[in-house]
């Protein structure tokens, strides 16, 4: 059983930043990875960045490159998404998902937090 409850969502304005954070309960992150993806209004749920637990090996939608980080830290059983340069289009429920395979697409994660709303003005 894996608990995962983000938090960290708000209201920026373009260019500003946030940091999301996604944190375990009920079993800690020890093998596997973790996913941040997002929903916009209208829109399918599409796969924005995620990381491997074990290894730290990372995977990014190419629209935020360069402008946000996933990153983990162990001790807390916390993973982090930095983002910066934040745009309108950026807009969207974001969503952590946690599977034992390195992928881009959610059938692949079984387990999800809540969601947390990022809203970008412009």
């Known amino acids: 059983q894996v608990q995962l409850v983000e938090s960290g969502g708000g209201l920026v304005q373009a260019g500003g930043s946030l940091r999301l954070s996604c944190a375990a309960s009920g079993r800690t992150f020890s093998s596997g990875v973790v996913g941040w993806f997002r929903q916009a209004p209208g829109k399918d749920r599409e796969f924005v960045a995620a990381?491997?637990?074990?290894?730290?090996?990372?995977k990014y939608l190419d629209s935020v490159k360069g402008r946000f980080t996933i990153s983990r830290d162990n001790a807390k059983n916390v993973v982090y998404l930095q983002m910066n340069s934040l745009k309108p289009e950026d807009t969207a429920v974001y969503y952590c998902?946690?599977?034992?395979?390195?992928?881009?697409?959610?059938?692949?994660?079984?387990?999800w937090g809540q969601g947390t709303q990022v809203t970008v003005s412009s």
């Open positions: 998902g946690f599977g034992s395979v390195m992928a881009t697409t959610l059938s692949w994660y079984p387990y």
């Open positions: 990381i491997s637990w074990d290894f730290g090996g990372t």
